[in-house]
């Protein structure tokens, strides 16, 4: 079992700067891909990030790539997604997420997590 717990989000003006935290709970934090993901208020839940259980491999969406970095620190069983030059349409919950089963290849989509948090709101204004 895996609880996560996201914190980090707020308003920002656009052009600015968050780092999102998302704290996971279990053992077996350390061999488990982590994800990022959002949702917009009437829009599909979209892939934002991933990263491999060791953090040697990183995965961004095409439309945060080179403004949003994923990273993670295991000792602390924390994954973080730093969000600079941020946009309006960056306006969105951010959810992390962990696949059912650790190892195995990285997951880019959503329905190939099992496990998510509650979510944390980021708002950028223009």
């Known amino acids: 079992q895996v609880q996560l717990v996201e914190s980090g989000g707020g308003l920002v003006q656009a052009g600015g700067s968050l780092r999102l935290s998302c704290a996971a709970s279990?053992?077996?934090?350390?061999?488990?891909?982590m994800g990022w993901f959002r949702q917009a208020p009437g829009k599909e839940r979209e892939f934002v990030a991933a990263?491999?259980?060791?953090?040697?491999?990183?995965y961004t969406a095409d439309s945060v790539k080179g403004r949003f970095t994923i990273s993670r620190d295991n000792a602390k069983n924390t994954v973080y997604l730093q969000m600079n030059s941020l946009k309006p349409e960056d306006t969105a919950a951010y959810y992390c997420?962990?696949?059912?089963?650790?190892?195995?290849?990285?997951?880019?989509?959503?329905?190939?997590?099992?496990?998510w948090g509650q979510g944390t709101q980021v708002t950028v204004s223009s």
């Open positions: 990263i491999s259980w060791t953090g040697a491999n990183e």
């Open positions: 279990g053992r077996t934090f350390g061999i488990r891909h």
């Open positions: 997420a962990a696949p059912k089963l650790p190892y195995g290849s990285v997951p880019l989509t959503g329905a190939e997590y099992g496990y």
